[in-house]
């Protein structure tokens, strides 16, 4: 199975900081990168597919980037309603193993 | 509109079992591979079962494998998860999602199982 470990489990960010969210897969996944963004309560959303591909309606201050094994999500200036918890998650075999994700919170 | 429900969650003992239903609405539900996905209390994510659109794969997470079947009938839009031995340790919210290398795109709101005496 394929580990994917995401860096750092939480972040402390003040609104219009730039933020960076790094991944790493336990083998090269190619661009089968995806990230969710999850909201308390709500159900995860998809932000990018194919690591570094916007989802319709994703505002674009969301950025990702990298191939391989190492990936990136950047938020280009922090809004307060992207305060959330944020998972990458590999498609690139079965099982479709998640990050740990991490917690966006405010400084 | 592209929606996906689930159903059947609930309190159920140690060592019972409970059926979850996920009822998919606004896509071509037939031709997608389905997941289910679990989120225990203050957890993160954790995939649980796939299933290819034709139903001739299907996997399992091992930590549910012998336990939980997933299964689906494409003629009436419904995906399902049989959950049977149930653990303290099951006690999530069950989201199911659409499958795809793009991404899971469409998620429900889940429904929360609770195994407990």
């Known amino acids: 199975d394929i580990q994917m470990t995401q860096s750092p489990p939480s972040l402390s960010a003040s609104v219009g900081d730039r933020v960076t969210i790094t991944c790493r897969a336990s083998?090269?996944?190619?661009?089968?990168l995806n990230w969710y963004q999850q909201k308390p309560g709500k159900a995860p959303e998809l932000l990018i597919y194919a690591a570094s591909s916007l989802q319709s309606g994703v505002p674009s201050r969301f950025s990702g980037s990298g191939s391989g094994t190492d990936f990136t999500l950047s938020i280009s200036s922090l809004q307060p309603e992207d305060f959330a918890t944020y998972y990458c998650q590999q498609s690139y075999s079965i099982p479709r193993t998640f990050g740990q994700g991490t917690k966006v919170e405010i400084k | 509109e592209v929606q996906l429900v689930e159903s059947g969650g609930g309190l159920v003992q140690p060592g019972g079992s409970l059926r979850l239903s996920c009822a998919a609405s606004g896509f071509s539900f037939s031709i997608y591979s389905m997941n289910w996905v679990r989120q225990a209390p203050g957890k993160g994510l954790e995939w649980a079962s796939y299933i290819s659109s034709s139903s001739s794969t299907i996997y399992h997470a091992d930590s549910v494998k012998g336990r939980f079947t997933i299964s689906r009938d494409n003629a009436k839009n419904s995906l399902y998860l049989q959950m049977n031995s149930l653990r303290a340790e099951d006690t999530a919210i069950y989201y199911c999602a659409k499958d795809g290398i793009m991404g899971m795109d469409v998620w429900g709101k889940g429904t929360t199982v609770t195994v407990s005496s």
């Open positions: 083998q090269s996944i190619g661009s089968y």
